[in-house]
């Protein structure tokens, strides 16, 4: 079915919770809607990490993003890289391939690491935003111990067999998790040069404490659980300098180490410092509580990509379900807009708690006053992330999978593409 051409223009920039939101909730509203995203797939970020320890494969936390909206017949799907935005001309910019118009505009572009002015350590300690970054850090991951198997030193082997998350947050927590049960339970007996009660797993954390958004209880708990597990927390130090052998801390203690994993910050993608509005420190676009720029409510900002005010100087935190919400409320904000209301709805936050897994019936959940640790919160975050995974093929194969590692602590997805250079 074609577009008509006579209804309003809306551009979504970013295929990810909010974007989608966006898009979804514009469904029945008379525009015309083209969402832009640098990939075809959608996907479900959270995830990320057991992609990246060979725990699930990439297909299996993505879906197409037309495969998603097939039925959304007021909308497109570009596959393009976007550089800018025009707001003079109140086009979009792609990298190749002629500008796009908008009446309206909802970026949604998300976020990348933050290295805190030291973009040099990305090559070394790669972060987890998208397939790429999994796919290269399960690389790392998995090469570490084939280069452990060959080391010709001890020491050589010591440093290839040391693994340093940086960043004690839900996803550094989540992987550093998992790691020793990676590597002592899914590859005991694989390895003739060492054993896997040699891997060194170690988390540093410039807060006192991991988890540090988190009830104080869950705090403890989840540096109790992580102790338990093999994984030794260092808290109150961050990373001086990351080098290819080694991480300096801010102390000067020097750590041997070949296998570096970041996950201590997020910023916001290049996309925000065109559209000429104020940004805060970590680069997010400052917006109205209708999520709109504070001079053009024909553009909108959401996701990682934006600040809004929640609790005080607090902003809503950069998680799936403030950016879906979000979502919700731009395309609604549109939709009155295009239907000539101009009483714009006020975003409002609905925080619906916290929780993060640390390992084999180990993780901590926040919810309201209410809050779970041990087993019971490990079920409650599988039920949570298959529940919000997108497609029921997906959902089906996780499912299987963590069924498959849980009874027999193996790693569905090991294996290793080497290029092959004649």
Request: with cysteine.
């Amino acid at each position: 079915m074609n577009i008509s051409a006579s209804r309003p223009k809306v551009v979504i920039i970013g295929g990810g919770f909010g974007g989608l939101a966006a898009a979804r909730s514009l469904k029945k509203a008379a525009v015309e809607i083209t969402l832009i995203d640098r990939t075809n797939h959608h996907l479900f970020q959270p995830l990320l990490y057991q992609v990246a320890t060979g725990g699930l494969s990439p297909t299996e936390i993505s879906a197409p993003i037309r495969t998603i909206l097939k039925d959304q017949q007021n909308t497109k799907v570009i596959m393009a890289d976007v550089i800018a935005v025009d707001r003079g001309k109140k086009q979009v910019v792609l990298s190749c391939g002629s500008p796009i118009c908008y009446d309206y505009l909802v970026v949604a572009s998300g976020g990348r690491h933050h290295y805190f002015g030291h973009s040099e350590w990305e090559a070394l300690a790669p972060g987890l935003k998208t397939l790429e970054d999994a796919n290269r850090a399960r690389e790392r991951f998995l090469g570490a111990f084939e280069a452990a198997e060959k080391a010709e030193t001890d020491a050589l082997r010591k440093e290839w067999l040391t693994f340093i998350v940086v960043g004690g947050g839900p996803t550094g927590c989540e992987l550093a998790g998992v790691l020793p049960e990676i590597a002592r339970k899914a590859l005991a007996g694989e390895y003739r040069s060492f054993t896997p009660a040699e891997t060194r797993i170690i988390l540093i954390e410039n807060s006192a404490h991991v988890l540090d958004s988190f009830p104080d209880d869950l705090r403890v708990c989840a540096t109790a659980d992580l102790k338990e597990l093999g994984v030794e927390v260092i808290p109150l130090r961050k990373a001086a300098d990351i080098q290819a052998d080694h991480v300096m801390l801010d102390d000067g203690t020097r750590i041997p180490c070949r296998t570096v994993f970041w996950a201590a910050g997020n910023k916001a993608g290049p996309i925000c410092a065109t559209l000429g509005a104020e940004q805060d420190r970590a680069g997010r676009v400052v917006v109205t509580q209708c999520l709109h720029l504070c001079d053009d409510n024909s553009v909108y900002v959401i996701g990682d990509a934006a600040h809004v005010q929640w609790h005080g100087d607090m902003a809503v935190p950069g998680v799936a379900p403030a950016a879906r919400q979000m979502g919700e409320c731009a395309g609604q904000n549109i939709g009155k807009l295009v239907a000539g209301n101009a009483d714009l709805m006020k975003f409002s936050y609905i925080d619906k708690g916290s929780m993060a897994v640390l390992g084999r019936n180990k993780a901590v959940v926040a919810t309201g006053k209410l809050h779970f640790h041990g087993a019971i919160a490990w079920l409650m975050w599988l039920f949570v992330h298959i529940l919000y995974l997108a497609g029921y093929r997906n959902r089906l194969l996780v499912l299987l999978e963590w069924a498959y590692a849980y009874v027999t602590y193996r790693r569905g997805v090991r294996y290793l593409i080497k290029e092959r250079v004649d």
